[in-house]
C-alpha cells in the first residue's frame, strides 16, 4: 500500500460525458501528479501540482483540467469523452519534486 | 516522439538466474533515471533510481547500469525470483522546468519461472 488513495476504482460512462477522478496523496506530501496509461501509449505525464499550484504540464487535451485544493486531494476533470479518453488514470504523489513518487491503484476509464 | 525506449516487450528467466532489462533514451537534457516495477491491478512501485553524474547504483538484488555515451541503461536482477514477475518501466526526468515530470518507457514483462 502506497499511502495514495484514488477514487473511484472503475467508471463506465458514455462519449460526450464530464467525469471527476479525485486523488489523496500520502500523508505529508505536497506534489501530485496525473499520468494516463493506455493500451498503445504506454504510462503518460499529464499534469503536476505542488502545494495548489500547477508545477508542470504534459501533453494534456484542453478538454481535461486538475486542480490540488487547500488538503492537497486532487481531481482531474474530463469532459466530453471521447472512445480514446479510455484508460487506466494514475495519481502519484512525492514530498516535493521527487523522482521517487508513490503512486495509487489507479481509476480504470472505459468511455463507451 | 518516443524519448524512452524498451525494445523488449517480454523476458523469461528460470529462478536463480539473471534478468536483464534494457533501456534507451533519445532526451539529452535527462539527469535522472528510474525503474518501477507494477503488479496488476495495482500502480507502478519505484524500484530503483540512478543520477547521470554516476554510471552505477545497487540496492540489494537489484543494480542499475547507466551508459550515457550510448544514452542507455539496465537494470540486473540477481538471483531472479518467482516474485520479481512483474512489468518493469524505466523513466527519465529532465530536472529545471521539468519538475516531477517523468517520461516512461512502454515497459517490458518479466516472467521468472520456478
Known amino acids: 500500500d502506497s499511502g495514495v488513495t484514488q477514487t473511484p476504482k472503475h467508471l463506465i460512462t458514455a462519449t460526450g460525458q464530464r467525469v471527476t477522478l479525485r486523488c489523496s496523496p500520502r500523508?505529508?506530501?505536497?506534489?501530485v501528479y496525473w499520468y494516463q496509461q493506455s493500451l498503445d501509449q504506454g504510462l503518460q505525464f499529464l499534469i503536476q501540482?505542488?502545494?495548489?499550484?500547477?508545477?508542470a504540464k504534459g501533453n494534456i487535451l484542453e478538454r481535461f483540467s486538475a486542480q490540488q485544493f487547500p488538503d492537497l486531494h486532487s481531481e482531474l476533470n474530463l469532459s466530453s469523452l471521447e472512445l480514446g479518453d479510455s484508460a487506466l488514470y494514475f495519481c502519484a504523489s512525492s514530498v516535493g519534486d521527487s523522482h521517487e513518487q508513490y503512486f495509487g491503484p489507479g481509476t480504470r476509464l472505459t468511455v463507451t | 516522439d518516443q524519448q524512452v525506449k524498451q525494445n523488449s516487450p517480454s523476458l523469461s528467466v528460470q529462478e536463480g538466474r539473471i534478468s536483464i532489462l534494457n533501456c534507451d533514451y533519445t532526451n539529452s537534457m535527462f539527469d535522472y533515471f528510474l525503474w518501477y516495477k507494477k503488479y496488476p491491478a495495482e500502480g507502478p512501485t519505484f524500484l530503483i533510481s540512478i543520477s547521470s553524474i554516476k554510471d552505477k547504483n545497487e540496492d540489494g538484488r537489484f543494480t542499475v547500469f547507466l551508459n550515457k555515451s550510448a544514452k542507455h541503461l539496465s537494470l540486473h536482477i540477481v538471483p531472479s525470483q518467482p516474485g520479481d514477475s512483474a512489468v518493469y518501466f524505466c523513466?527519465?526526468?529532465?530536472?529545471?522546468?521539468?519538475?516531477?515530470?517523468?517520461?516512461f518507457g512502454q515497459g517490458t514483462i518479466l516472467t521468472v519461472h520456478p
Open positions: 501540482y505542488y502545494n495548489g499550484e500547477e508545477r
Open positions: 500523508s505529508g506530501d505536497l506534489s
Open positions: 523513466a527519465g526526468n529532465a530536472g529545471g522546468t521539468s519538475y516531477g515530470k517523468l517520461t
